[in-house]
């Protein structure tokens, strides 16, 4: 089986955008949950820990809800493409389409008449 270069090339980019995506989320989870490990085992030897100190770890912890979404948009083209379109308010029928689309902004996939219902 041999593969051509530019499917090989396609194939390995494909592949560097998913490590740099999987790297960035699996790096803002251990910054976000570190503080809350280490206060659990602070607070377990000594239960007098300050009580806006888990706050503020509490916040770390919540902190990375709020990344995620912003990490993907970041790293993967499609996902913020389509957060764009939520953003802006777009026609529904363009934020949720099936139809995948090139570079131009044509659609690849032929579109399907509608029904009356």
Known sequence: FVMS???RGEQ???????????????GAFVISW????????????DPK???????VVMCTVMV???CNPILYTL??????RFVWRLVTCADKSQIFSTAQTNS??????KKQPESSI
């Open 5 to 7: 270069a530019r499917y």
């Open 12 to 26: 390995d980019a494909s592949g560097r955008r998913a490590l740099t995506t999987v790297c960035a989320l699996s």
């Open 34 to 45: 570190i503080p809350l490990m280490i206060w659990t085992v602070w607070n377990g030897i």
């Open 64 to 66: 990375n809800a709020y």
């Open 49 to 55: 820990t300050p009580k806006g100190l888990q706050m």
């Open 75 to 80: 790293t993967n083209k499609r996902f913020g």
């Open 104 to 109: 131009k902004g044509d659609s690849s996939a």
